[in-house]
């Protein structure tokens, strides 16, 4: 149910005629920054619920300003044109929202200054990512990179291929997702999501400064946690090691949501069930994106006018 529409050159129009030429900067050097925005279908409510769009909007202003982008939208101007495009497209079931800022001028050369930039913003259904219930990861031979290579903070769109790398070793070799060290040798994250392990009743989950993207369902699952689950929550460095060891170990991610782990590199974490941390933080985390917790109702903006 609905139709995908795309916000392109300041309109929005039917996504199959927004395109762009070929020789637009971006395509060439990955000079872009983007964001994953879900918007989730709420039936009883006959509601669509945006998660935490400012903060979405907020990350990708920031990458823009380090990519030197003169974007010429405050927050609150995106979020409402991002809902003006998903009333316009009408869905009633789980999408995802793909904007994209990008350095727009047709030329070559590699830099970052003296470039137009433009935004785009495109929504599609979609459903699961990781289309399993628990899944099985290996450490991945693909590193992170230092902030010093490329910024993993941010969601810029050339540090993707390192992601992609990361995915599709993992996949070929009969994985689900693949987990990334630090150029140091510690746990980072997935190829497209945050991580977590439980240990001694403990919830841990690696710092900012481990090469990771400052994740919005991590930082939701965590505050999640500490309010509801009265869990202590670790930022610490993550060994190896810890990935078999631990007790529970799980995911996050707009696209994979709360994913639970259940194999790292062949070996069971736990006994290989959803741990019972894991599956409260999953069932709190559904209810609260699907605007069902009223504590947590300024994480979801409603679309539709009732
Ligand atoms: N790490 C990486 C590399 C990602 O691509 C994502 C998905 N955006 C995440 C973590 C999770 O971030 P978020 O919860 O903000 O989607």
Redo the contacts with the bound molecule.
Sequence with gaps: MGTSYAYFKKQIIPLEDAKIGVMTHALHYGTGVFE?IRGNWNNEKKQMYIFRLKEHYTRLLTGAKVLKMNLPYTVDELCKITIDLIKKCGFKEDIYIRPLAYKSSETFGVRLHNLDCDLLIVAIPWGRYIDKDTCHCCVSTWHRPDDNVMPPQL?STGIYLN?AFTKTEAVENGFDEGIMLTPDGHVS??????LFIVRKGKLITPPICDS??D????NSVMELAEKELGLEVLERSIDRVELYIAEECFL????AHLTPVSEVDHRKVGNGEIGPVTAKLKDLYFEAIKGNIAKYSSWCTPVYNL
């Design positions: 994953g969601k992601n994250e997935g190829s497209g999501e945050n990771i993207l994740g919005i369902t991590r996050t991610g707009t696209a």
